[in-house]
């Protein structure tokens, strides 16, 4: 190459340098950095609340636990007495049996609802359950047996019989349904 080659190499690379020094920037760059700016501190913002919200649930947590294990009023929580036998008169070591396990007592809540019971008008009977009025078609059939007890016999009977035969047929179709489910 040269010398004079060299120069208009210069030149042309002074001049892209040039050009891509004054290039602007793309339209909407402000409201790119902005939005970019914003969004970074709205994570920043998640970051400290989260951390708040769990040192408060660590702090409930905590203050439940501890109120949780409280002794109740009016319970005594002393260490067991060592028990001593007979032989520790002599000279024997004392022997310190395990404690006894106690049941925690159970909590009664302290808001009670009043419970709203609904009373009957009719006053309570002596016989339970008690006797219902008997229905129309029960009175007409109590009618006939008394005027025609015969019939009313015969009537029965035939009904018995008619029961008797759908009993079967039930049972024959269940059968009949087992085996074809096999």
């Not at 000279?91 to 609802?113: C, D």
């Not at 006053?123 to 078609?137: G, N, V």
Request: glycine residues 4%; charged residues 25%.
């Amino acid at each position: 190459m040269e010398p004079h080659d060299r120069c208009h190499w210069d030149e042309w690379l002074n001049k892209a340098l040039q050009q891509y020094g004054e290039a602007n920037p793309r339209p909407g760059i402000e409201n790119r950095v902005l939005a970019n700016v914003y969004a970074h501190r709205r994570a920043h913002m998640y970051r400290i609340w989260a951390w708040a919200l769990g040192g408060v649930a660590v702090v409930v947590f905590s203050l439940l636990l501890l109120w949780h294990e409280r002794p109740y009023p009016g319970e005594h929580h002393d260490e067991p007495a060592a028990r001593v036998s007979q032989d520790s008169a002599m000279g024997h070591q004392a022997q310190v049996l395990p404690p006894i396990p106690q049941r925690p007592r159970t909590r009664v809540s302290k808001r009670l609802r009043p419970v709203i019971t609904e009373t009957r008008s009719n006053p309570k009977l002596e016989r339970f359950p008690s006797p219902r009025p008997l229905s129309p078609q029960e009175l007409a059939a109590l009618r006939y047996a008394g005027r025609y007890p015969q019939e009313a016999e015969l009537v029965a009977k035939e009904q018995e019989k008619f029961d008797d035969e759908v009993r079967q047929a039930q049972q024959q179709v269940e059968t009949s349904f087992s085996i074809s489910n096999e």
